[in-house]
Structures are given as C-alpha cells and as structure tokens.
C-alpha cells in the first residue's frame, strides 16, 4: 500500500544534540500528523498541522506543514533518554472525512546518554 | 482504564487457522480504524466504521479479513484461513466523529502465523 518517503531510517544521537526528520509524498495532504510508537504500544500523536505552511510547537517538538502540501518536517530539540522511540509522519488526503491515516516508514531514534 | 484496549495482546496461529481480533474502543467514540503494522513499517490502513456501519474497507488485504462493529462499541477483526503473510501487530484506533484526526490507538494484538 502507499505509504509517505520518511527519512532518515534511523538516528544515533547523543542527549542534548538536536533531531531533524522529514517526511515527503508525490500526492498532496490536507492534514499532517507525527506520532511517536514505544515498543509494545501504539502510536501516540505529537503533534497535527492543517495549513500549508503551519508551525507548530509542543515543548521541544516542532513541525512543518510544507508549502507544497507534500511534506512535512519535525525537529526534536535538546534530546533527552526518553525521546527514544520510533516517530511516524502520516497524513490525511483530500477527499476524505474521516481520518483515513497513510504513514511513514518511521525513523527509529536512540539517544545516548 | 479509559483507553483503546485490544484483546488478546499475542495470538499465535498455525497456517489455515480462523482468529478473531477483539478492539475495545474509548467509550463515546464514534469512529473506529483498524490497521495492520508489519515489522519495521508503519501502520496501513485496513478498514473504517462510524457506529456499527463499515464506511471503507478498502485496505482489507483479502476475502479472509472480515471485520465488524454490530452493536457500533466493541470491534472484532477476523481472519480467515490464516497465512504467514498475515503476521504483523493490528492496531485499532477510536475518534470522535469530528475530531478524526486525533485517533487513539490502542495497544495492538501481534498475530505470529507458523
């Protein structure tokens, strides 16, 4: 099935650096989404963008509605030993009314400490 | 607790076996989502229900998947004849009808066919 270009695959970080990760499609979205999945649970939402060009902040966290409509950026900054995880872009398309998801890949984070 | 809750947490089936995935959604909540999560991928989108009505399913894989909400609360999942291919987590996830994009996802069954 279709899923979104998430990069990087992974990310080895030392605590207190700063992430960036990006999220790309050939189709254009509505709505953008990152979630954060812990092992052995579900995807939680981070944060949810609905405007082109939308910034969008919670604490260290921030993301991108791109321009285009076909991307999406989300930056960690001062990382910290519970940020590891796996983080998901998804994105809702136009056309639909109940929140059909397509994700990302997901980037795979570790952070040392 | 006042979460997505799913049942059972694994399921081990052996090739040509029937299982049923059981989703308990947030009490209230209209809309509900199953989606599979093969290992190493993000979740895909397998079927959609506001109330006991099935509005999409067009991610259902196959004729073996069958899903269902009779009563528009409590969701079951069942796969039919089941193939090694059909080894990943089915995660559920329940919204209000018009909060869509804030879906809660509840912990996910992992289904491991031999």
């Known amino acids: 099935g279709q899923q979104l270009n998430q990069s990087p695959q992974s990310m080895f970080i030392q605590e207190g650096e700063d992430v960036s990760m990006n999220c790309t499609s050939s189709s254009i979205f509505n709505t953008w989404l990152w979630y954060k999945q812990e092992p052995g649970e579900g995807p939680v939402l981070l944060i949810a963008l609905y405007k082109a060009g939308e910034l969008t902040s919670n604490g260290r966290l921030t993301a991108q509605f791109g321009i285009t409509r076909k991307d999406s950026f989300l930056n960690i900054s001062a990382s910290i030993p519970s940020d590891v995880g796996i983080y998901f872009c998804a994105g809702i398309a136009g056309g639909t009314s109940y929140g059909k998801l397509t994700f990302g890949q997901g980037t795979i984070l570790t952070v040392h400490p | 607790g006042a979460g997505v809750s799913q049942s059972p947490r694994y399921k081990v089936a052996k090739r040509g076996q029937d299982v049923a995935l059981r989703c308990d959604p947030i009490s209230g909540h209209v809309s509900l989502f199953w989606y599979q999560q093969a290992l190493g991928q993000g979740p895909e989108f397998l079927t959609y229900?506001?109330?006991?009505?099935?509005?999409?399913k067009s991610g259902l894989p196959s004729d073996r998947f069958f899903a269902e909400r009779p009563e528009g609360s409590v969701s079951t999942l069942k796969i039919q004849r089941t193939q090694q291919e059909d080894s990943a987590v089915y995660l559920c996830?329940?919204?209000?009808?018009?909060?869509?994009?804030?879906?809660?996802f509840g912990p996910g069954t992992r289904l491991t066919v031999l």
């Open positions: 229900f506001q109330n006991e009505a099935q509005l999409d």
């Open positions: 996830a329940s919204s209000l009808v018009n909060r869509y994009n804030e879906q809660f």
